[in-house]
Every structure is written in C-alpha cells, then in structure tokens.
C-alpha cells in the first residue's frame, strides 16, 4: 500500500526537531531508522501530517565512552552498536542482543535508539537495556531529562517520551567483566521472539556474586525477573542450583496468547531459557 500523503522535514539539530515538534504537536511523526514506522505508514495503521526525518542529525550517532557508563546515541544504527568494541567491553549482553535481532538489512538501517523508543515488547533491546540498569537522555523545550530503564517503558508500545519530547542517547552503566547471554525462541529465523531473555551474570571462583535478568515478550513492557535475580545471589554456578532460582523466572509476568503460543506456554519457556541463558553467562 501506498502511505497518505504528509509534509517531511529532514532537520539537522536536535533543536530544530523539538521547535518542529513544537509547532507540528500530535499532527507529527518522527522517523529514525524506519523499519517500524514505514510499514506503518505503508498500512495506514497511522498518518501523521508530518513526518520528521532524524537522519542527518550526526550528533545523535556514535558510541562513546563516559566513565561510569558507555553512551550510545539514539541513531546509531544496530550493526554500528553490534560491533563496537566499548559495546562489547562493558555492555556485552546488548552485543548479544544485537546478534540475534533480525536480519542484517535490518541492523544496518535500524537504530539503537529507534527501536528502544518504539517499545514493542517482543522487541529485542529493551529487556537488555532494563536488565543493564540504562538511563535514557529525553530532548525538550524545557531542556533535558534522564528517566531510569524501569520508568521508560510505560505499557504496549508507550514510553516515558513525550509528544514534544525526542530521545538522543541511552547511558548504559559499565558491566565490565560480566558474561552474558540472550536466548531467544522463535518459530521462524529473523522473527520476533516467542520468549527471549537477556542474561548477565558476575561470577567469582564458581558462585554468582550478581545477576540482572530481563524477559522479553512477557508482559505489555519489558520485565525484570527480580526474584530468579535475588535466588541466584551468592548461589554456585551449577545446573540445579540455576534451575531452582530460573523457577520463579515468571513470577509476576502476564505475557500474552497468541498464535504462537498461549500464556502457560511462554511461562514455561521463560523458566527454560532463564536456565540456559544463566549457565551460559556465568561460564558454567
């Protein structure tokens, strides 16, 4: 199908995207990468009267390193994130995220932020970037913000960004030396995951002395399994004692039934994949 007609603006500042957003208010859409927001468009599930392109905005691309924390700008593009080596160093699950989501066309025009923005709960950065404990930078008229990873993510598809607001990079707190792992389950390669959980794990001499554990598409966001987190404190690194905490890994979930599996299911996967994505973090 063929979009609806609309206005396009191709600014080069975060200021003139919040003066356009400014002016344009809910009649505007804003366009990252595009591997959401152009299907959309294509289906008429949404047309905007403006759509603002944020793709020569070279301030917002880039990895670089902020003592404490890595920053990542909010267009830079998956593959760029994938392969970058401060990535890898001290925030190795969003690597490792990265591998498994879609198809490399899609990593090479889709962006970090983008996607993170989009808030799909079957979507493959979110739960990573809450298990990472992330802190994500919101542009205004008022100036800027920094919303905690468990404040940004507000229900299906609806984030802590406001209409007049746009987001220009997520802080991820350093996790050097930590493993990490995410497994993922899908009915067909490149697909959205049925389950998927992000695990990363600090591990000293056989017992684990911190873990984060975030689920994806177990809820209408992004969810943190505080409790399987809390069992495995100070546990060894061994399958019965992973397999006891990975239990509770859906406690508190209320994920969804659908063609590809009902709740009980997903429920059930999320306590296998918790398992598996553990034992492989901390090197067991």
């Known amino acids: 199908m063929i979009p609806a007609e609309f206005d396009y603006l191709a600014p080069t500042s975060v200021e003139e995207v919040i003066a356009a957003l400014a002016e344009h208010g809910d009649d505007a859409k804003i366009l990252a990468g595009g591997q959401s927001l152009l299907p959309v468009l294509r289906m008429r599930l949404n047309a905007p009267e403006v759509v603002i392109d944020l793709g020569r905005i070279e301030a917002l691309r880039g990895v670089r390193d902020d003592g404490d924390a890595i920053v990542i700008g909010a267009m830079t593009p998956h593959s760029v994130v994938g392969g970058d080596p401060l990535v890898a160093e001290h925030a190795l699950l969003i690597t490792k995220a990265v591998e498994h989501l879609a198809d490399a066309q899609v990593r090479h025009r889709g962006t970090f932020g983008g996607a993170l923005a989009h808030a799909d709960p079957a979507g493959d950065l979110g739960a990573p970037a809450l298990a990472l404990g992330a802190q994500f930078v919101i542009a205004g008229a008022g100036g800027t913000r920094t919303v905690e990873a468990d404040d940004f993510f507000v229900d299906l598809f609806e984030t802590a960004i406001e209409d007049n607001e746009v987001l220009t990079e997520v802080r991820i707190p350093k996790h050097t030396g930590w493993g990490a792992r995410y497994e993922k389950f899908v009915r067909v390669a490149h697909q959205w995951p049925i389950v998927a959980i992000a695990a990363t794990v600090r591990a000293e001499g ?33 399958e019965d004692a992973v397999r006891a905490a990975a239990a509770q890994a859906a406690d508190g979930a209320n994920p969804p039934s659908d063609l590809n599996g009902d709740a009980d299911y997903r429920r059930h996967l999320a306590t296998v994949l918790t398992r598996r994505a553990v034992l492989s973090a901390a090197g067991a």
């Open 206 to 238: 056989g017992t684990i002395a911190e873990a984060r554990v975030g689920m994806t598409n177990m809820g209408s966001t992004p969810l943190r399994a505080r409790a399987v987190e809390a069992a495995l404190t100070g546990q060894p690194a061994t």
